[in-house]
């Protein structure tokens, strides 16, 4: 059974900066692609981040230049890096393999003063 095991959220002022983890088990991880999404209350849920298996990178043009997502495959484990957040960056996170195949339970990021 593939688990997704996401950590790394809660509370930050704005400009700062937080680092999600995602811990993946169960799948052979370095042969997925892997994303970050998240949602906003009231909103659909939103791609942020994805790598591929071999390493290429896409972001939302929100996140672009702010956000870096990273694998290391050796730990079946994906980072999402967060700097300079915004209020808008408020939302759940969630990890995904597939992407959309299998998600996490989604860990909270709220940037407030």
């Known amino acids: 059974q593939v688990q997704l095991v996401e950590s790394g959220g809660g509370l930050v002022q704005p400009g700062g900066s937080l680092r999600l983890s995602c811990a993946v088990r169960g799948s052979r991880f370095s042969i997925y692609d892997m994303g970050w999404y998240r949602q906003a209350p009231g909103k659909q849920r939103e791609s942020v981040a994805i790598?591929?298996?071999?390493?290429?990178?896409n972001y939302a043009d929100s996140v672009k230049g702010r956000f870096t997502i990273s694998r290391d495959n050796a730990k079946n484990t994906v980072y999402l890096q967060m700097n300079s957040l915004k209020f808008e960056d408020t939302a759940v996170y969630f990890c995904t393999q597939g992407p959309g195949t299998y998600w996490g339970q989604g860990t909270q990021v709220t940037v407030s003063s």
């Open positions: 790598i591929s298996s071999g390493g290429r990178t």
